[in-house]
């Protein structure tokens, strides 16, 4: 098993920054990506930005592409997820995850762990 909890949501402005950050617990040397997800009221849950564990390539979604960084430090089990020039379009509760294969990058069923979630909220 794998335990992910996640930090750093809040209340931020339309142009400010906020940082994410996931700790990952448990069996960690099964895993092979982590990525995060966010998913709005009324809306399904969509990729945001992932790496492979063992790469330095990383994909983000086209929306958050050039203002969001994803990063992570292996020593640690971390990941986390640095986000500029927030929109209001940016909010959403966003999800630290976990994948144990190596296909499925951007699909939310192809991961086998998930945090509880952190609220972000851009106010216009």
């Known amino acids: 098993q794998v335990q992910l909890v996640e930090s750093g949501g809040g209340l931020v402005q339309a142009g400010g920054s906020l940082r994410l950050s996931c700790a990952a617990s448990?069996?960690?040397?099964?895993?092979?990506?982590m990525a995060w997800f966010r998913q709005a009221p009324g809306k399904e849950r969509e990729f945001v930005a992932g790496s492979m564990w063992s790469s330095s390539g990383t994909i983000y979604a086209d929306s958050v592409k050039g203002r969001f960084t994803f990063s992570r430090d292996n020593a640690q089990n971390m990941a986390s997820l640095q986000m500029n020039s927030l929109k209001a379009e940016d909010t959403a509760v966003y999800y630290c995850a976990a994948r144990l294969s190596t296909i499925g990058a951007m699909r939310a069923e192809a991961y086998n762990y998930w945090g509880q979630g952190t609220q972000v909220t851009v106010s216009s």
């Open positions: 448990g069996r960690t040397a099964s895993i092979i990506a």
